[in-house]
């Protein structure tokens, strides 16, 4: 692909760009969350396989790699309607005045420290809140915060509200790899799909987007939080595996 490489996540932008461009019958991605968030910013129709090879890693899957080509085959093959092997995902949108400033696809967090520094958050104690699409006990990062409260699946036409602050409410939950802290909670509160979520900033802060700082508010910015299912199609392992040996895709006669 003829692309000038910027060493950022433009690339992978880019290339995702060009691909859904080519009308490919699947991207296979490796990567985390951020990775995919990337992707997913500029694709819309291609079936999407994302494989965890990242840092947090709650929106990809562990796949072993022969199984993961052979999915990625049965998907390009156009055999199956992406509906019935995929899942159309949900995602965060921040809109500012109207306009879409920028997306996430497991977690939106809003950081006290107004500043990029290193763009991935490490520390509990700098954040406020933390708006999730999916949320489970066995996710890590932020997200999981929201999961040791309560489970928040990728079907579920709903997601989650986390305020952090001392009410005398604790939760356990893996922040980061290898650190599991005691984070203090307010109240978690669901958010219905398409429901627009306002937050006005009391002072200078970042939201970082599936870990990674990226918008900067000032004091009395006001954006939307809304969840919807203009996300990826994720295409489902076990869905797309079933569906061909069902319709007997494997089977192959010898005369």
């Not at 993961?68 to 309607?81: K, L, T, Y």
């Not at 989650?160 to 802290?181: E, H, R, Y």
Request: charged content about 25%; overall charge negative; aromatic content about 6%.
């Amino acid at each position: 692909m003829d692309i000038r490489l910027t060493a950022s996540l433009r690339d992978t932008m880019t290339a995702a760009a060009m691909l859904e461009k080519m009308s490919v019958g699947c991207i296979v991605s490796l990567g985390g969350d951020g990775t995919n968030r990337a992707i997913a910013k500029v694709i819309k129709d291609t079936p999407l396989l994302p494989i965890s090879t990242g840092t947090n890693n709650v929106y990809p899957v562990m796949l072993e790699g022969t199984v993961a080509g052979i999915v990625a085959a049965v998907a390009a093959s156009g055999a199956f309607d992406k509906r019935r092997i995929c899942t159309k995902n949900k995602r965060i949108e921040i809109i500012k005045n109207g306009e879409l400033l920028d997306i996430a696809l497991v977690d939106a967090v809003i950081c006290k420290e107004a500043f990029v520094g290193a763009r991935a958050i490490w520390s509990y104690e700098t954040i406020s809140d933390i708006v999730v699409t999916k949320a489970h006990p066995n996710s890590i990062g932020f997200s999981s915060v929201a999961g040791y409260i309560q489970a928040i699946e990728e079907t579920d036409d709903f997601g989650g509200w986390v305020q952090l602050g001392n009410s005398g409410q604790w939760v356990v939950a893996p922040i980061a790899p290898g650190i599991v802290n005691q984070v203090p909670i307010k109240e978690m509160n669901t958010i219905l799909l398409d429901e627009p979520k306002n937050f006005c900033a009391r002072e200078n802060c970042m939201i970082a987007l599936d870990g990674e700082r990226e918008i900067m508010l000032k004091k009395g910015d006001e954006v939307d939080f809304v969840i919807t299912r203009n996300g990826p199609y994720q295409l489902d392992v076990e869905k797309t595996l079933k569906a061909a040996m069902e319709s007997k895709f494997f089977r192959k006669v010898c005369i």
